[in-house]
């Protein structure tokens, strides 16, 4: 594919800057870590595991294979006031960098359509430029079609004059 003059072929070229906003957390050690865990609390793989976590801690204090969380269950209360304590800043930070992500790339594609706007416009000056040109060649060519037409009649009849003569 051949590049056209004032045409730049790299059509993610207005998103280049937003590279950096790749990772949800950032490329740091501490943001992969929390970004993993924080899409970990939403796949039915936590769901499932929590659930079978919780039903089994109730079960075993209930039917009292142990003792160290006795009906009202208080320190598993006190785990889900932990879990929640981190989940939701983690949560709110996924969802605060996923903005910030998603406007770079709104600004981006409004960067880039505004872009293939002005290219769209400058191509339509150039049709309608070479149209005028086409317009003006019909018109040339008609003219000069014309004028053959009329000396081709001219010199039809200066033949047939100097035959009778």
């Given at each position: 594919?051949?590049?056209q003059?004032?045409?730049?072929?790299?059509h993610?070229?207005?998103?280049?800057?937003?590279?950096?906003?790749?990772?949800?957390?950032?490329?740091?050690?501490?943001?992969?870590?929390?970004?993993?865990?924080?899409?970990?609390?939403?796949?039915?793989?936590?769901?499932?595991?929590?659930?079978?976590?919780?039903?089994?801690?109730?079960?075993?204090?209930?039917?009292?294979?142990?003792?160290?969380?006795?009906y009202?269950?208080?320190l598993?209360?006190?785990?889900?006031?932990?879990?929640?304590?981190?989940?939701?800043?983690?949560?709110?930070?996924?969802?605060?960098r996923q903005?910030?992500?998603d406007?770079?790339?709104?600004?981006?594609?409004?960067?880039?359509?505004?872009?293939?706007?002005?290219?769209?416009?400058?191509?339509?000056?150039?049709?309608?430029e070479?149209?005028?040109q086409?317009?003006?060649?019909t018109?040339?060519?008609?003219?000069?079609?014309?004028?053959?037409?009329?000396?081709?009649?001219?010199?039809?009849?200066?033949?047939?004059?100097?035959?009778?003569d």
């Amino acid at each position: 594919m051949s590049a056209q003059p004032g045409h730049d072929s790299d059509h993610l070229r207005f998103h280049r800057e937003h590279e950096h906003l790749t990772k949800t957390f950032g490329a740091d050690t501490f943001g992969l870590k929390a970004e993993a865990f924080a899409r970990f609390f939403g796949t039915p793989l936590f769901l499932g595991g929590q659930t079978l976590l919780v039903a089994t801690w109730i079960g075993a204090n209930i039917w009292g294979l142990t003792q160290f969380d006795r009906y009202p269950f208080i320190l598993l209360n006190l785990a889900f006031s932990l879990q929640a304590a981190y989940a939701a800043p983690l949560i709110l930070l996924a969802q605060t960098r996923q903005a910030e992500r998603d406007k770079a790339h709104n600004d981006a594609d409004a960067r880039h359509r505004e872009a293939l706007a002005q290219q769209a416009a400058r191509h339509t000056t150039q049709m309608m430029e070479l149209l005028r040109q086409n317009t003006e060649l019909t018109a040339t060519t008609k003219q000069l079609v014309e004028r053959i037409d009329k000396l081709t009649a001219e010199m039809h009849g200066h033949i047939l004059q100097e035959r009778k003569d």
